[in-house]
């Protein structure tokens, strides 16, 4: 029985890493601008296509870091444009210039690779295969929770203990008082994307090493499933997104194991009408916003 | 009255179209299908422009729409190899081929009519089903969950238990498309489209109109002040959710009637995003808006930038020289326009300011200056292509339509948040009168009420 379990609960685990990856850039835009940046998917998917070309030309050892910083630089960058000029406006025309940014940004891939799907290049070490308990699996199964956890610690280490952080904290409670207070409110969500940005690009490479290719729309449905997560978690906050992220990854293991394949999608809509019915606020969510 | 005539002229003008030689194929599609996407959009605008509802679910509905009526209308003789994969599969009847066997080309259109409002039904009732958890939800989190729906609906399509009515992931084809239509030898593919979708978007018209309409409204403005004055919230949310979802349905089957195909996997979660930009261009709250955003927005994607996805080589250096003026000069133009901008906000590019101290200091104003080396590295560019024996164009090659496309779209979102029309409405009427020379109205009227 547990040899059956196994495998599904490892794969669970590490879906759910990256899940949580993604699901923490959601959570932290929007505790901060009530936003949710559809565009975060495809920054993403941006991250993924941006390490093939990268590891085409040149070492690993280069091309991870530099895939890492050109992701942030694109997420701000999206901030930048898409997001700052709406600052006043009402929250629905935030909403759809991201749904414009993350159309924008799939087109534009779609340009830049001709539509085809690309090969991930395999990753040494991360992509070698491990057996645990007899059974076999590529060793970023393993990682992913790990590398997930030990990121997920040094985040909140940072938004408790630094300064960055106290000011990210006051700004997602309250944008006025914050600003009166001296927080410049543009860096602190600047650097919002940052971080955001920074994690979706280590969740890419964890991701795509697990899928070997990458296309222009495939990361809209984990990023949908990320920000599921966020909300499941309680929006806002980053161990509860890390929670939600890993429990998504795990349910949606299972009924793929079940031979449901057609609904473990669906599986992860339902579970957010049921949560926002019943606990609008989240697992570990504050009871701040107006939700239901 | 002035605008009921102009709609049969309307419809003659498309019957003359579909039917002079000559007239480009493109023109056509554009028509039919730009016919469709206005439905879609009046149909997700009345939800989201007039009720306030922020709903992305328009797809699934759609595809609910297009698969009831592909299933119910595909000949029996057909059956059998469409549904190749799934032995016995279909319904083992069609709507549309008994009917026409029983009264001939009247039974067609009456099949036709009765498979869209089946289509449409199906929808409102999945959409009342939907509705009835996911209403209590607001703004984005109805966003995500009617996305989510829609995306479970693509899913519950494709399942392989119910291949045999829904043939899981395979194409369906071979169903009464608009080219079956004739009225003896004058075709009406392009009449038909126009017809079904102006008379549902009149139907949306008069009911935004009526007193449901106001209600609409009211619940769109504030809702707490619609409820004190004795509105029924969940009651009005669900009939404009329902009602809304019904027109996505006829919509997806009038889709299925143009592209004579069906396939679960192009109602994608983008093209509910497409049809949402074509609300926000044409003008959340305005019904012409949603009309008039449709044909541009599918004659700009499929039309008008096509010229964009062609490698293309300019034939001489002439030609080359011209096209090398224009763009420098575009550049240029808008160069001079942003810095200006800048000026007059009282941020040029660098500036002597005095620092609290009470020395000088420059103060940079550094999107400007991004600006600046933009346009110079352009330019630069332009000079370097006219000199270079190169005649091809840069850029332009497969996709390249869809990204020029997409910046359009986000310059429109980003600084014409109104959209062509605002919330205001394209009066035909007004428009007569002024094109007859009542010019004390034209200021207003013609122009779109841009105000």
């Known amino acids: ?292 | 009255m002035v605008t009921v005539v102009l709609l049969a002229a309307l419809l003659a003008l498309m019957l003359l179209l579909d039917n002079l030689p000559g007239v480009p194929s493109m023109l056509l599609t554009v028509l039919r299908k730009g016919a469709i996407y206005a439905l879609v959009a009046v149909s997700m605008n009345l939800l989201n422009g007039f009720t306030g509802l922020f709903s992305l679910g328009q797809a699934g509905f759609m595809l609910l729409g297009a698969y009831t009526y592909a299933v119910l209308t595909i000949p029996v003789g057909s059956q059998a190899s469409i549904y190749q994969q799934y032995k016995g599969g279909g319904v083992g009847f069609s709507i549309t081929e008994s009917l026409t066997g029983a009264m001939g080309g009247f039974g067609t259109l009456l099949g036709v009519v009765i498979c869209l409002i089946l289509a449409g039904i199906v929808a409102g009732l999945f959409a009342y089903l939907i509705g009835l958890p996911v209403l209590r939800l607001k703004s984005d989190y109805l966003a995500i969950a009617t996305l989510g729906f829609a995306e479970i609906l693509r899913a519950l399509i494709q399942y392989t238990k119910l291949g045999p009515i829904t043939n899981g992931s395979n194409l369906l084809y071979g169903f009464t498309s608009f080219s079956d239509f004739h009225l003896g030898a004058l075709k009406l593919s392009t009449v038909m489209p126009f017809l079904f979708s102006g008379l549902c978007i009149a139907v949306v018209v008069l009911l935004i109109n009526s007193t449901y309409g106001r209600a609409f409204k009211a619940i769109r403005d504030d809702e707490v002040a619609a409820e004190a004055m004795g509105i029924n919230l969940a009651r009005h949310k669900r009939m404009s959710f329902v009602i809304s979802s019904f027109f996505a349905g006829i919509s997806g089957a009038l889709l299925a009637m143009y592209q004579a195909s069906v396939q679960a996997v192009t109602f994608k979660a983008a093209m509910t995003y497409e049809i949402l930009l074509i609300v926000v261009i044409g003008g959340i709250g305005s019904i012409t808006g949603s009309v008039v955003a449709s044909f541009l927005f599918v004659g700009c994607s499929e039309w008008w930038l096509r010229f964009l996805d062609n490698e293309t080589t300019l034939k001489n250096f002439n030609a080359k020289l011209i096209f090398a003026i224009v763009f420098g000069l575009i550049v240029l133009g808008l160069a001079v326009v942003i810095l200006r901008r800048d000026c007059k906000k009282g941020l040029p590019p660098l500036r002597r300011i005095t620092a609290p101290g009470g020395g000088k200091r420059v103060r940079v104003n550094w999107s400007a200056i991004a600006s600046i080396v933009l346009a110079v590295a352009l330019l630069g560019w332009d000079v370097w292509f006219v000199i270079s024996p190169n005649l091809k164009l840069p850029l332009l090659r497969s996709g390249f339509r869809m990204v020029v496309f997409s910046v359009v779209i986000m310059i429109m979102v980003l600084f014409f948040r109104r959209g062509l029309f605002g919330d205001s409405e394209l009066d035909p009427a007004a428009l007569w009168d002024s094109l007859r020379g009542r010019r004390t109205q034209s200021g207003r009227s013609a122009g779109g009420d841009r105000r």
């Not at chain 1, 029985?1 to 759910?16: F, N, W």
């Not at chain 1, 395999?122 to 997930?148: E, M």
């Open chain 1, 1 to 292: 029985m547990a040899a059956k379990i196994l495998p599904y609960l490892l794969g669970g685990i590490s879906v759910g890493g990256q899940y949580a990856l993604i699901a923490i850039g959601y959570t932290m835009v929007y505790g901060i601008l009530r936003l949710i940046n559809f565009a975060h998917g495809d920054i993403f998917t941006v991250a993924g296509f941006l390490m093939v070309y990268a590891a085409a030309t040149m070492p690993l050892y280069v091309s991870v870091p530099l895939v890492i910083v050109l992701t942030i630089l694109l997420g701000v960058l999206v901030e930048k444009v898409a997001y700052r000029p709406l600052r006043t406006a009402p929250r629905m025309s935030v909403m759809i210039s991201a749904i414009g940014m993350s159309y924008l940004l799939q087109n534009l891939m779609w340009y830049v690779t001709g539509g085809l799907a690309k090969q991930y290049p395999t990753l040494p070490w991360v992509s070698d295969k491990v057996t645990v308990a007899g059974y076999s699996t590529s060793r970023v199964t393993l990682i992913t929770p790990i590398l997930t956890v030990v990121l997920v610690v040094a985040l909140v280490a940072l938004i408790k203990k630094t300064k960055v952080g106290m000011a990210m904290r006051a700004a997602s409670r309250d944008f006025e008082t914050a600003q009166l207070m001296g927080i410049k409110l543009n860096s602190v969500i600047s650097f919002t994307f940052v971080v955001g940005s920074g994690l979706a690009a280590v969740g890419s490479m964890l991701y795509f090493s697990n899928y070997a290719t990458v296309t222009p729309t495939v990361g809209a449905m984990p990023g949908l499933k990320a920000f599921v997560a966020a909300v499941f978690g309680g929006i806002g906050s980053i161990p509860g997104a890390v929670i939600g992220g890993f429990i998504i990854g795990i349910c949606e293991s299972f009924i793929k194991g079940t031979g449901l394949t057609t609904f473990s999608d669906a599986f992860t809509f339902a579970l957010l009408i049921v949560i926002l019915a019943v606990k609008p606020t989240g697992l570990f969510g504050e009871n701040l916003t107006e939700k239901v």
